[in-house]
């Protein structure tokens, strides 16, 4: 138990899943999972454990945001022992080419600001994945019939950015799509020796305004989900 996570030494796996939503964690764990079991409720912060494919897994919220995503990441790697966190949200493309429920693989994370900024002083850190997880990602997505983008995306500390200029040099440079957590999960990731990855669904894009309905997006998200239990246990 920490002061965030109130599950009993062994009651979370080696492998968690970390979608920002409490409660998609909640579904993503009552629908892929067998034999589940809530091992977290601290402020409302929703954690369970189940099995996939007769391995362990732990569904765990992180919160929205690079802060919130760094409490819970810390904890779990450092005092529960998880040692591969997979995030699984949501995101905005960025680029013409990706759309509307595609899968976006990120291989980097771009930001203005994290958490572990402080850490880094004067060098610049390129927070990307673990390299095993992300080619296991890719092969999952394929075997499933999709064809995932992957490359570089942007880690924003602010939801409401107004800074059209800073979108503009993002989309020339070929950033993907843009959250709000994965540099942060890589940068805390490589500082204690787990692994990392980011699979994220495309639920609105910046350039069209186009989005994805809210009661559209669980049936959207599976794809997800099954591309990073498969990319965990490769």
């Excluded at 999972?33 to 409302?44: A, I, K, Q």
């Excluded at 060098?123 to 080619?135: E, I």
């Excluded at 092969?139 to 059209?164: C, L, M, Q, T, W």
């Amino acid at each position: 138990m920490t002061i965030h996570i109130g599950a009993k030494p062994g009651e979370i796996a080696e492998t968690v899943l970390m979608p920002g939503d409490p409660y998609r964690a909640k579904w993503a764990a009552e629908t892929f999972l067998s034999d589940v079991r809530m091992v977290n409720e601290v402020r409302g912060m929703l954690g369970f454990t189940g099995v996939w494919n007769d391995h362990r897994v732990t569904m765990h919220g992180s919160g929205m945001g690079m802060p919130s995503l760094s409490i819970y990441a810390n904890e779990l790697i450092r005092d529960h022992g998880a040692k591969t966190l997979i995030r699984i949200g949501s995101a905005g493309a960025m680029q013409d080419r990706v759309a509307i429920r595609d899968i976006v693989i990120a291989m980097t994370a771009s930001t203005l600001s994290t958490p572990s900024r402080g850490i880094f002083g004067d060098l610049n850190f390129a927070p990307c994945a673990d390299w095993g997880l992300l080619r296991a990602a890719v092969d999952a997505a394929e075997a499933k019939g999709v064809e995932p983008h992957v490359g570089g995306i942007y880690s924003s500390d602010v939801f409401y950015d107004e800074r059209d200029d800073l979108r503009e040099v993002m989309v020339r440079h070929g950033i993907l799509a843009v959250e709000m957590e994965a540099a942060e999960l890589y940068s805390v990731a490589a500082r204690h020796g787990a692994r990392a990855l980011a699979v994220l669904t495309i639920s609105d894009h910046l350039g069209s305004g186009e989005a994805l309905p809210s009661d559209e997006r669980e049936r959207s998200f599976g794809d997800m989900v099954e591309i990073a239990l498969a990319a965990a246990f490769a």
